[in-house]
Structures are given as C-alpha cells and as structure tokens.
C-alpha cells in the first residue's frame, strides 16, 4: 500500500469509527490516566501528542496544566478533539504526522498513544523519528499483549475485531526491538491494564 493510499486508508478508517470511538474507549479510560500519571509531567511542559485523535490523552495532560498541542491526519477524529479542547484547554492541528510542521525541539514531550499499531511498520519509524526530532523526549502507550497469559487469545481475537489490519503485525513484535531500530532507548516502562498495555518513556540515542 502506497503512502497516499494509506492515508486514503486511514481517514477512511477513522471516518467510520470516530463517531463511536469514545464510547468504545470508555472501558480503559483508566489506562489513558495511568499513562498521564505515569508521565508525570511538570505543570507547563509543552508536549505534543501525536495522533491525539478525540483528544483523550490531551485533554487530561491539559487538565493536570500541561500545555499541550494535538496532532492528527483524519478531519473525522479531530472534530471531536476540538470539542474536547473547547475553551482553550489545548490546541489542535491537521497534520500528517510523518512530516510534523514544527521546528526540531519544539517540545520537551512527544507522546503516541494507541496509535502505532494502526501503521504500517514504515510508517511507525517515520513516526517515532518525528517525535525524536521535535522533542527531547518521547513517550509510547500501546497494547503489548502477553506471550504466556491464558487470556492472549481471547484479547487477541477481542482487539483484531475493532483495530485495522496493521494492528496484527504490530502485536507480533516486541516494540522494544522497534524502539532500538529507530535509535530509542527505553528510560522505563509499566504494565498496564492486566498486562495488555505497556507505556514506555523513551530518550533518542543522540
């Protein structure tokens, strides 16, 4: 699949799940707040959030006064976003996030969450090198099902209903490997969620 395509792909994608996918995230809405807590980030720290979608990770960073900016490439996912960052609480941008519009080191955070898995292994190395280059330091929350828990099966089949094709390569490798390849190292890391998620926070190697 092209790049445009993948685009076509992903706002098509998303133009389909948008108006459901707050609803659907509502049963780990605590692993959105977890990874904020994990982040811990000082009151003021100007973090980008890449692939922000409906704003769920940006709005509870803003919350805890964070000032946040919101990235995304599908219109359908950012118009609820832009609700959720109403009355300046964050901002918003329609970006493709493979080719960020910012200045190297323009934030002191880039976070992605539940996003990497929804591209294709190409583009997440274009991705995580844009974070690297935009700020000083990064961090990853996404599914990380374990290898030898009874109940990976029944997320597997339960995730692969709701996520796009990408999703099962993605679950397939260990994304410490793709953190190493894209010259990450990981600082520290926490389960979450029954072990079905993992946040990491990551520093460049250079």
């Known amino acids: 699949m092209g790049q445009d395509a993948y685009i076509d792909y992903i ?9 459901l996918y707050d609803l659907f995230a509502a049963p780990i809405a605590y692993v959105y707040s977890a990874a904020v807590r ?10 980008l959030d890449i692939c922000t979608g ?12 964070t000032s946040v900016v919101g990235v995304d490439i599908s219109e359908a996912m950012l118009a609820h976003a832009v609700q959720r960052g109403s009355h300046g609480l964050f901002e918003v941008a329609r970006m493709d996030v493979r080719q960020l ?19 294709p292994r190409k583009v997440r190395l274009a991705v995580l090198a844009e974070a690297a280059r935009v ?65 990491f926070e990551l520093s460049p190697r250079f």
């Open 11 to 19: 706002q098509s994608f998303f133009r389909r799940w948008a108006p």
């Open 54 to 65: 409906t704003g769920q990770i940006a709005k509870r960073l803003a919350q805890r006064g």
């Open 135 to 199: 700020s000083r330091k990064v961090l990853v929350l996404d599914y990380e099902l374990p290898l030898t828990n009874p109940w990976r099966a029944i997320a597997w089949h339960t995730i692969r209903l709701f996520e796009s094709p990408y999703f099962r390569q993605f679950a397939r490798e260990d994304p410490r490997e793709l953190f190493r390849e894209a010259n990450f190292e990981v600082v520290r890391e926490r389960k979450l969620f029954a072990h079905w998620f993992t946040v």
């Open 38 to 47: 994990f982040a811990s980030f000082p009151e003021g720290t100007r973090v």
């Open 101 to 119: 519009a910012f200045p190297n080191r323009s934030f002191e955070y880039a976070i992605i969450s539940l996003a990497l898995h929804d591209m």
